[in-house]
């Protein structure tokens, strides 16, 4: 079983940024496909960014592509997630996720879950 720990998330004014880390344990960590996925109130689950095992492969959303960069240290089995440029439309919930198979923009096939943590970019 992986366990996905999120910290970083706040409330931080548009044009800020924040870093978010994930900390993993249970599993080898570079066995592990890493994505960051959010959700705002309201609204479907949405993908952000992933990336592959070693790094070599990375996928971001449209909508933050430019502004987010994900990047994984797999000597502290942690992968993290900066965020430029914050804006309002921003603010969700933003989970950590992993699986051991697919690099995929599907929240949905993932299979390990971290709790969360809240992101607020004030206007």
């Known amino acids: 079983q992986v366990q996905l720990v999120e910290s970083g998330g706040g409330l931080v004014q548009a044009g800020g940024s924040l870093r978010l880390s994930c900390a993993a344990s249970?599993?080898?960590?570079?066995?592990?496909?890493m994505a960051w996925i959010r959700q705002a109130p309201g609204k479907e689950r949405e993908f952000v960014a992933s990336?592959?095992?070693?790094?070599?492969?990375?996928y971001y959303a449209d909508s933050v592509k430019g502004r987010f960069t994900i990047s994984r240290d797999n000597t502290k089995n942690t992968v993290y997630l900066q965020m430029n440029s914050l804006k309002p439309e921003d603010t969700a919930v933003y989970y950590c996720?992993?699986?051991?198979?697919?690099?995929?923009?599907?929240?949905?096939?993932?299979?390990?879950w971290g709790q969360g943590t809240q992101v607020t970019v004030s206007s």
């Open positions: 990336i592959s095992r070693i790094g070599r492969s990375i």
């Open positions: 996720a992993a699986d051991p198979v697919a690099l995929t923009t599907i929240p949905d096939e993932y299979d390990y």
């Open positions: 249970g599993r080898t960590f570079s066995t592990l496909v």
